[in-house]
Each structure stands twice: as C-alpha cells, then as structure tokens.
C-alpha cells in the first residue's frame, strides 16, 4: 500500500476541490433536471434488458457481506426505488487509508445477469475529514453498462449522494450514462472519504 501513497501527489490533484461529500439523502446531481432525464432513459433501457430483480441482489449482498436478508433489503429498498433494477454487481474486497487525503484500492469481479463475469481492479484518491485505515468487502450495484468494457474507466463521485442506512454506506459514482453504487459495511466505512474518482482497470494501478 506505502508504494502507492504519494502525499504530495494526491494533494496537487485535489487543490481545486472545494466541496466536500456530506452524508444524507439528497438527490445524487448538482442539475436535478438533466439528472432525473437521464435516470428516467437509463431505468427504461433497463426495464428492456436482462437486469437483476430486487431478491436476486438481496440473497447477493447478503452472502457477499455478510449482513441479514433484512438488513440487505432495507439498504436496497432505497437504491431500487432511485435506480431501478440492476444489469450488474461487482463483488469484492478493499483496502485505503488517509490522513485527511488518502487513497483506496480494491480487486473484484464483475457479474453481468446475462451471465458475462469480468475480473476487474479498482484505485482512487479520496479526500474527508477521516484518518486511518480499513480494510473489508464492497458490492457494487451496476447500471446502464451495455459493453463490459466500458466499465474501464474513470468514476467520479456524486455530491451529495452517500448516505448509510440499514448498517451499510451507499454512494453514487457516475459517467457517461453509467451508474455504480458501492455497498460497504463494519468498521471503517469512511463515509467523510467519499469526494474524489474511483477509477477501474484491467490490472493494479495507481489511485491518480
């Protein structure tokens, strides 16, 4: 993990951010109308693909993490209500630290419900007002990839949108008509960490 942290580096990236992440349900878009077009197109073409049903995903993230089927469908009832239903998850483990700006590494596999899986890494820089470190497992909800390739690229993270309920953190990260939503829980969850990019790549890299 040391090879990875540059202080310095991470600093320069974030000289111009201002803003940082609070924890609460708003709505995850500086432009509400913009947002809520394409939230309504994506759930549409949703609703003519494969995607997973809300059951599906709560007897996954209930296996993954390690939480109660009631737990699970209580963080999910939400993400369902804004999202819709899923054409992916990613299952997986990760490990950051920070000291105020930090970073966060992860390794998982991507699960497509039409039955495609991909392995994938992920790396970011993130920036809040928490110090120290955490390790644990992540499920990520996936919507509006069409190619499991697109998936490779950078996400930044949506103001406004990470809350935590049910015992676990949610957050949007968004791009280009693309929509993730981590799922973490237990101790460490970081929710003041969540300004800044995730990016997801084919192999291990650096988090800027």
Not at 81 to 108: H, S
Request: aromatic share 10%; with cysteine.
């Amino acid at each position: 993990m040391t090879q990875y942290f540059n202080v310095r580096r991470l600093a320069q990236g974030f000289m111009a951010l201002s803003a940082v992440c609070l924890i609460g349900c708003a709505t995850p878009s500086n432009n509400p109308t913009s947002a809520a077009t394409a939230d309504a197109a994506q759930k549409q073409q949703q609703s003519n693909g494969s995607t997973y049903d809300e059951n599906e995903v709560v007897a996954a993230i209930s296996t993954h993490l390690g939480v109660t089927s009631e737990s699970a469908a209580t963080a999910l009832e939400k993400l369902f209500k804004d999202r819709g239903r899923p054409v992916g998850y990613i299952t997986g483990e990760e490990g950051g630290g920070a000291l105020t700006i930090g970073a966060r590494f992860g390794k998982g596999t991507l699960w497509m419900k039409s039955g495609e899986r991909r392995d994938l890494y992920w790396q970011g820089p993130t920036i809040g007002f928490d110090a120290g470190a955490e390790a644990g497992k992540v499920f990520t909800l996936v919507y509006g990839l069409d190619n499991m390739n697109d998936i490779y690229r950078r996400f930044p993270g949506v103001d406004g949108s990470a809350y935590l309920i049910g015992g676990m953190a949610i957050n949007y990260q968004r791009t280009n008509g693309i929509t993730l939503a981590p799922v973490r829980t237990g101790v460490g969850l970081r929710l003041g960490a969540n300004v800044g990019y995730t990016r997801y790549t084919k192999k291990r890299s650096l988090p800027f």
